[in-house]
């Protein structure tokens, strides 16, 4: 008993010495930050997050944002007809490996930002922000089927 205690002893020491004591690792993971604005209207990352996903076949990952009235309305419905006033931003980064979780990936650069705005027209407006400085890109081919994809989302369910 007194062996097994001496080695459990032994081990939480190690433990403590060479796995918490990395002080000089930075954990803010500044890379995955929506930064410069540039042609966006806000920081979509400040609003409210609705949902993700991860796409394994791309290595990519996305979080769809919301303002104030989209998280309210999917707290209180069950369908897809957002208000007008509604802001949805899908926010898509290219995975990394994590350097604090062995095996674990965190969003790295931001590839796009896809807004969707519903105003009191019967389509949303949509627009996709790609590149370094997230400008403006057109996207005519399958912007229909990609605004329905975004709002179809379910929201995360969390405890």
Not at 130 to 152: F, P
Request: glycine share 6%; hydrophobic share 40%; net charge neutral.
């Amino acid at each position: 008993m007194k062996k097994l205690l001496m080695i459990s002893t032994h081990i939480l020491i190690l433990i403590n010495l060479f796995g918490c004591g990395q002080s000089n690792v930075n954990v803010l993971n500044e890379g995955a930050s929506v930064l410069a604005l540039n042609e966006l209207p806000e920081n979509p990352l400040l609003l409210h997050p609705l949902s993700s996903s991860i796409n394994p076949n791309n290595n990519t990952m996305a979080t769809l944002y919301g303002n104030d009235l989209a998280m309210d309305h999917v707290h209180a419905n069950n369908d897809y007809d957002y208000p007008a006033g509604t802001i949805l931003y899908e926010v898509i980064w290219k995975q990394k490996p994590d350097s604090l979780w062995f095996g674990g990936n965190i969003p790295g650069e931001v590839l796009s930002v896809e807004q969707i705005v519903f105003n009191d027209k019967i389509k949303p407006t949509y627009k996709l922000y790609k590149g370094n400085g997230l400008q403006v890109k057109q996207r005519a081919k399958d912007t229909l089927e990609r605004v329905k994809l975004i709002i179809s989302q379910r929201l995360a369910v969390s405890p």
